[in-house]
């Protein structure tokens, strides 16, 4: 069974910028969630998509948004970036959503906002 | 606002010895307690969970202890190898939220 994929795995971008990441689930999960990873703030919870609708919102400002299409594909945007948007952005898959359904990783894509 | 206090922040133990994280938890709403085992370059993976009406489970040599009343919950490596040399997180979760612990790096000398 393939993991989780995400791409890009790197991202360079300028302050003010827009970008797309892209997250392919495991086969079968219907959950897609998304989370920051930086030194500063560890991992923090973005978003969960269930079913191509956003289930569960974390603490992020608005220019934090994402989708999810019928084949539970996921995409996350972040517009007019910050320096403090470089991260390690993870998502990953489950089956049914958040609590006890096991969370399955990808690699995920790491941005440097310059 | 920071839910889950975990700690150490980093830790060295030699082969064999046993490797010992805590986390304290301040949302009682949480009812789901997973582990996760990062290393470099790659996402976190699941090491093992415990839920609140269980107050140990043992995998291996990897054991949840979990202690409702003080709300907190460790993770116990026996037998420490350099493999398990690695990013820790201990994590919180309801159906509407997850919250991770800061992290610990440990390290198993050989």
Redesign the interface.
């Known amino acids: 069974k393939a993991g989780v994929t995400q791409t890009p795995r790197y991202l360079i971008k300028t302050r003010g910028q827009q970008v797309t990441l892209s997250c392919s689930p495991i086969s079968g999960h219907r959950s897609v969630s998304w989370y920051q990873q930086t030194p500063g703030q560890g991992l923090q919870f973005l978003f969960e998509y269930f079913s191509e609708t956003q289930r569960n919102k974390g603490n992020f400002p608005g220019r934090f948004s994402g989708r999810q299409f019928s084949n539970s594909r996921s995409e996350m945007n972040v517009s007019t970036l910050e320096l403090g948007d470089s991260a390690l952005y993870l998502c990953a898959s489950s089956l049914a959503g958040l609590g006890s359904y096991e969370q399955f990783f990808g690699p995920g894509t790491r941005l440097t906002v310059l | 606002q920071q839910q889950v206090k975990q700690s150490p922040q980093s830790l060295i133990v030699q082969k064999g010895g046993i490797s010992i994280i805590n986390c304290a938890y301040e949302n009682t709403a949480f ?2 307690f ?1 582990w ?1 085992q990062q290393f470099p ?6 090491l093992i ?1 415990i ?1 609140p009406d269980v107050s140990e489970k043992k995998e291996g040599r990897f054991t949840i202890s979990f202690n409702k009343s003080a709300k907190q919950f460790s993770l116990h490596i026996m037998d420490s190898q350099p493999g398990d040399s690695a990013t820790y ?1 201990c ?1 919180a ?11 610990t790096r440990l390290t198993v000398k050989p």
């Open positions: 009812d789901y997973p996760y370059g790659k996402g976190p993976a699941l969970a839920r997180f994590a979760s309801t159906y509407n939220d997850m919250r991770f612990g800061a992290g």
